[in-house]
């Protein structure tokens, strides 16, 4: 099976921190995808990459960037944490059409 | 509008019932579709992908009408263990993209004993 790996399940950062979260995915998969999940608005894409060092923006990216250095590892960048960035965040990655696996998460709390 | 829109829920219902979820998309370009299930404070999983002819798996069938935009996951003989949160997701292309999905804001099923 696919194994998507998340480097926290939980954090807290202050306002103004420079946020890394980190998603590894073991199978050679050439998509991954960062969501947010939050209450009443489920999951929604901030940022995708089809490729080594391609990326696209999702429907939210403001405040957000992402690094695609290497195939197997997606990086999510808070450029400056804000109290509106805390949520569930969801890393996935895919091959082709098919369905998406999904991390176990990272609840980011920015106090 | 949403892309993706689903039953509100809280679906709540007795073990042994026959409960039924509904969905609608937006776009009719979609090409893929999924029921995922999520339980408290997991990740999504995929439970099983939509396909035209309706297809079936142990208790749950899956449903897809493209002409009215709409699919339906059936759950039949319902178990404590289906208690969780099922999500609506629809594949759909957007300027060239591949492969991104659109997910509903889900629908959560509560089986009591």
């Known amino acids: 099976d696919v194994k998507v790996t998340q480097s926290s399940r939980y954090l807290v950062k202050r306002t103004g921190e420079k946020v890394f979260l980190e998603c590894v995915q073991d199978m050679d998969h050439e998509n991954m995808f960062w969501y947010r999940q939050d209450p009443g608005l489920g999951l929604r894409l901030i940022y995708f990459?089809?490729?080594?060092?391609?990326?696209e923006k999702g429907d939210i990216p403001e405040g957000y960037s992402v690094s695609r250095e290497k195939k197997e590892r997606f990086s999510l960048i808070l450029e400056s944490a804000s109290t509106n960035q805390t949520s569930m965040y969801l890393c996935?990655?895919?091959?082709?059409?098919?369905?998406?696996?999904f991390g176990s998460g990272t609840r980011l709390t920015v106090v | 509008r949403k892309e993706v829109e689903q039953d509100p829920g809280p679906f709540n219902v007795p073990e042994g019932a026959t409960v039924a979820f509904n969905c609608t998309y937006s776009?009719?370009?979609?090409?893929?579709f999924f029921w995922y299930r999520q339980d408290c404070r997991k990740e999504p999983k995929l439970l099983m992908s939509?396909?035209?002819s309706g297809n079936e798996d142990g208790r749950f069938t899956a449903q897809l009408n493209r002409a009215s935009q709409y699919i339906s996951l059936l759950i039949r003989d319902s178990k404590l263990s289906d208690s969780a949160t099922y999500l609506c997701?629809?594949?759909?292309?957007?300027?060239?993209?591949?492969?991104?999905?659109?997910f509903g804001t889900g629908t959560l099923l509560a089986v009591q004993p």
């Open positions: 996935a990655s895919s091959e082709g059409s098919g369905g998406y696996t």
């Open positions: 990459s089809y490729d080594v060092k391609m990326k």
């Open positions: 776009n009719s370009a979609s090409q893929s």
């Open positions: 997701v629809v594949n759909t292309p957007r300027g060239g993209a591949t492969n991104k999905l659109i």
């Open positions: 939509v396909y035209s």
